[in-house]
């Protein structure tokens, strides 16, 4: 596509609940970012995915949470048994791998509201 | 991990002013890039800087690097209300970047 895209834009579930939240990269960029952005905040990197590597999950804040990235395009964010701290905009960014050059292109974010 | 650290956290100025917005970094770097963001919705990138370029212009966009500083500075001349926004730095040079918490600029019509 002309852009990275996320669903849903905005997502209002229950404390307790599973959510998924998806993003589509730009075609063609091999590394996947998933950012949070809390109210007022700044952003707060959460998993990076490059390639086949493994992917870097040093930041996420729990073990309820996990991403999976399938066939190195889309990828899912999963917030299990959600609380209302994990309310949050979620952003996605895709790049082109590269050392010298990685503008990161970011979607329009997953507004989540635990309640 | 390559954060950059953005100073002012907030700016306030009027129409028409310039504003500079500061960005302090750790480790050595490959490039600085600065990102803007409206809304609190998704970045846009705005302008990358070099390790080995000390100035680079983007319309009325001007930004600084001082390696030996490891500091790098953005310009926003004659600014519009328009311009307000979240303006994030951040290193390139490894195989991921990572934010700051960025500097508020409101420009007051």
């Known amino acids: 596509g002309a852009g990275v895209s996320q669903s849903p834009s905005n997502k209002v579930t229950e404390k307790g609940k599973d959510v998924e939240l998806r993003c589509d990269p730009i075609s063609g960029h091999t590394a996947l970012y998933w950012y949070r952005q809390s109210l007022g905040q700044g952003l707060e990197f959460l998993i990076y995915f490059q390639g086949n590597s493994a992917p870097d999950k040093s930041g996420l804040p729990s073990d309820r949470f996990s991403a999976e990235r399938t066939g190195g395009s889309v990828s899912t964010l999963t917030i299990q048994r959600t609380q209302q701290e994990d309310s949050a905009v979620y952003l996605c960014?895709?790049?082109?791998?590269?050392?010298?050059?990685?503008?990161?292109?970011f979607g329009p974010g997953t507004r989540l509201t635990v309640l | 991990s390559q954060q950059g650290e953005e100073d002012p956290q907030a700016l306030s100025i009027q129409e028409g002013e310039n504003a500079t917005m500061n960005c302090s970094y750790k480790?050595?770097?490959?490039?600085l890039q600065w990102y803007r963001q409206n809304s609190g919705r998704g970045l846009v990138h705005l302008i990358l800087?070099?390790?080995?370029?000390r100035e680079k212009h983007s319309g009325r966009l001007r930004v600084t690097l001082d390696t030996s500083k490891k500091s790098s500075s953005l310009l926003i001349t004659a600014s519009r209300a328009a311009d307000t926004a979240s303006y994030f730095c951040s290193q390139g040079g490894s195989e991921k970047l990572v934010f700051g918490k960025g500097t508020k600029l409101t420009v007051n019509p």
């Open positions: 480790t050595s770097i490959n490039n």
């Open positions: 960014a895709s790049s082109e791998w590269s050392r010298a050059y990685n503008e990161q292109f």
């Open positions: 800087i070099r390790s080995n370029e």
